[in-house]
Structure formats: C-alpha cells, structure tokens
C-alpha cells in the first residue's frame, strides 16, 4: 500500500490537478497511481508533465527514451517504473523482450542506442561526473550536445520519478516486470 495518499479519481485530486489528470486519462486511457500521486501537489505535476511534454518533441526517439528510462528504473531499483517502462517499452515503443532485459541491464542490442543507454546509466552512476571519454563515447556514436543534453534530462526525469515512487511506495497498477517485487 502507498505511504502517500493517492486520490481514488480525478475527483478526489486538488482542484487544479484535476484539467492535467484529465489530459492524462486523454493520452493514455486513463490515470496512471503515479500521476494521480503526483496530482497531490499541481505544482508538481504540471512541472513533471511539462519536462515529459517537452522531451517528447526532442530528436531522440521513443524507443530510446523508453531504453533509458529501464536502465534508470534497474539503477535506482524502482518496481513501479520497472514495471510502467516494461509495458510501455513493450506495448507502445514495441521493444522486444530481448532489448527491454538488456535495457534493464544498461545496454541494448541496437548500436547507437548502446550508447546512449550506457551514457545514460554512466550519467546516473557518477552522478553527472561523467568522464571525456565517456562523453566522447556517446557523440562518436552519433549523438550530437543537443542529444547529450536531452539524455541527461532523460536521466533527471526518470531519477525523479524513480525517487517519487520508491519514497510514496506506489501501488505498481502495470503488470509487474520480472524480478520486481509487487
């Protein structure tokens, strides 16, 4: 059970989350806990929504952020975006189940996006103190700053997120991802 209330409906959120829960259910079929969790404060669910908005319309691809975003999840040990990434990964960026296990593992079986799954994870482990070489890795990869800068965000966005579940311990509502803990 969740150790931070997460309103039932979109009712029960404060007011001014309730038009950003609505988008949500819009998008996505419905309100995910960890939205709705979030929904407690507007504040801070505009702002996750605005960043997840903006990456969106970034170059790199939906595969890849979903690539990163389970590589973070299996850093920071985060059931509930282990198991959100393994459905979305699965369902919408269609990854196979191969590529989500290798993502998990910081890596993938596509070349350039192995670097920039690696890059993310080396990103989350030094805590940004990422070497030359490691940066240098990513762009002769073919990532040019502008991507640099979108995976470090990627890993900031997800960070959050991780951090956001695992303090409240949200009620994982995806299908649990193997080897999570429901």
Known sequence: M??????????AAPEASRPLLEAVTKQLG?????????AQNP???EGYLG?????????LPAATRERIALAIA???????CLSAHSYVGAHLAKLSPEEIAANRRGDSTDAKARAAVRFAVQIAEARGHVTNGELQA???????DAQVIEIVL?????????????????????????????
């Open 2 to 11: 969740s150790r931070i209330a997460i309103p039932a409906t979109i009712d």
């Open 30 to 38: 419905s309100a995910p806990n960890m939205f709705r969790l979030v």
């Open 43 to 45: 504040a801070a669910l």
């Open 51 to 59: 960043l997840s908005g903006a990456l969106g319309k970034g170059r």
């Open 74 to 80: 299996e850093f920071n040990g985060c059931g509930y």
């Open 138 to 144: 990513v762009r002769d990869a073919g990532y040019d």
């Open 154 to 182: 990627h890993v900031a966005l997800n960070t959050w997120t991780n951090y956001m579940n695992e303090v409240a311990k949200t009620d994982i509502d995806f299908p649990v991802a193997d080897g999570v803990a429901a």
